[in-house]
């Protein structure tokens, strides 16, 4: 399967366990395969599972992809990092221009941050 949103779509049936027995481990594989398809929700679902785990470096690694590739959501989560020193050294500057970033893609929170 080498279909970026197929693999995000698959990866939330696993996840939630709709129509499939629920596998998280599945999952966050089918998540990492869309992010590397380039696929944003991906990356940021693989983010959110990472962060869920604590594992806030693979957490700010998806998160980067995501606003690299011009999803606000991952520009968002990467600033709320950022400024909260998970996985990163503490850096407001960089959270801020984040959050712009995300602001500019209509995410209301990054906006009010």
Request: charged share 25%.
């Amino acid at each position: 399967l080498n279909h970026a949103e197929g693999c995000t779509v698959l990866g939330s049936l696993h996840h939630y366990g709709v129509g499939t027995p629920k596998d998280l481990r599945k999952a966050l594989d089918l998540y990492e395969k869309a992010c590397d398809l380039k696929d944003s929700p991906g990356c940021i679902n693989a983010g959110y599972m990472y962060g869920v785990a604590k594992n806030f470096k693979e957490a700010i690694v998806r998160y980067s992809k995501a606003c690299e590739l011009k999803d606000g959501r991952g520009c968002y989560n990467l600033g709320v990092m950022q400024y909260n020193a998970q996985g990163t050294a503490k850096d407001e500057k960089q959270a801020v221009e984040n959050f712009k970033k995300g602001c500019k893609s209509a995410i209301k929170e990054a906006c009010d941050a």
